[in-house]
């Protein structure tokens, strides 16, 4: 397969995107405005500027321009309609922070350290607390809006017959914890992660008609945790820090979980061999977090006091990691 160097370190198709992402370009076109004075009215955007950035994109094959200065539809464009996508190109939302944070790439390879402070004055985590705008977009890109209703099954072997408690550790606003509850009345939840998220949470259980069943622990998970569950979930947590703090994580999980208890992973590791590169180098310019392979999870698991006993596929495709207290 041929490979063009200059096609794959472009720079301009990509801020393209996310700029008539931005504007809502494809969803004006929908509703029937297609002249390039009519977009750029609707948008509150340069005419001449705008066109410009639209017929680049249509060289590219995203949006027609069927004749000067109107423009249409195609497939790819109509990706462009789907709000979960919108969530992380918009660059007025979350979508800036996941744009602006490549240009620490070159910093976090030179020093192995994430370097999100030298653009946005502050690490990530404190820069969502500081901007309450960009932590709900946030929430909304983490949460069904950006990723779907969560699978609620969410172990290997199906083995939920000692599991009376399941804490979500790193639950944010607790959409995961309300469909594993929804699907088995007999379990009681336990939601942990911090005030501002789990402030949003009611709603969330009221819906799903589990409100009765939740107790809300609105704190870190680097301090103790809940004691006493029979089942930690871990869902794209530990790939959000460094080997140091994820392995506090995972003690925390292990002193807090009953002797037969379990501490199960959803995603951030994966079987042995190459894994997938966008997500963890996002993860890497963001928090300096990273995914794991097998085995490295299994080092840093057992220098957290756990022991890994059952890894595999779930029926979504999810790999899954299940751990018990050694």
């Known amino acids: 397969m041929a ?14 995107v996310h700029v008539v992402a931005t504007l809502r370009i494809a969803q004006h076109i ?4 297609n002249r390039i004075d009519e977009l750029a009215a609707a948008s509150g955007s340069h005419p001449e500027s705008l066109h410009r950035v639209l017929r680049h994109l249509a060289g590219q094959g995203v949006f027609e321009e069927p004749e000067p200065g109107h423009f ?9 309609l789907d709000s979960s996508s919108l969530l992380g190109l918009d660059l007025d939302h979350f979508g800036s922070r ?6 620490t790439l070159l910093q976090a390879v030179r ?3 994430p370097a999100y402070h030298t653009i946005f004055g502050v690490p990530f985590w404190d820069d969502l607390a500081a901007h309450p705008d960009i932590r709900e977009s946030f929430d909304e890109l983490m949460g069904p809006a950006g990723h779907g209703i969560p699978d609620p099954n969410v172990l290997v072997n199906g083995d939920w017959e000692s599991v009376r408690t399941v804490v979500d550790v790193g639950g944010g606003t607790g959409t995961l914890l309300a469909e594993v509850l929804r699907a088995r009345p007999g379990v009681r939840g336990i939601l942990v992660d911090l005030p501002s998220a789990v402030a949003k ?7 799903a008609g589990v409100a009765d069943r939740v107790t809300k622990s609105p704190q870190s998970f680097f301090d103790p945790l809940p004691a006493g569950g029979d089942l930690y979930l871990l ?8 080997d140091k703090e994820a392995e506090t994580i995972l003690r925390r999980c292990a002193e807090a979980a009953t002797p037969k208890g379990r501490v199960v992973l959803l995603d951030g590791v994966s079987p042995d061999g190459p894994a997938g590169a966008s997500p963890e180098l996002l993860m890497m310019v963001l928090v300096g977090g990273k995914a794991r392979t097998m085995s490295e999870f299994r080092e840093l698991a057992g220098r957290a006091g756990l022991k890994v006993t059952v890894e ?3 029926p979504s495709g999810r790999y899954t990691v299940e751990c018990r207290p050694e």
């Open 3 to 16: 490979v063009d160097i200059w096609q794959l370190s472009d720079l301009c198709t990509p801020w393209c």
């Open 30 to 33: 929908e509703e029937g405005k």
């Open 72 to 80: 249409q539809l195609n497939e790819p464009a109509r990706a462009l």
């Open 98 to 103: 996941m744009a602006y944070a490549w240009g």
């Open 111 to 113: 020093t192995g350290q």
């Open 201 to 207: 949470s009611d709603t969330v259980f009221k819906a």
């Open 235 to 242: 869902k794209k947590v530990l790939s959000d820090w460094p």
């Open 312 to 314: 595999g596929s779930l």
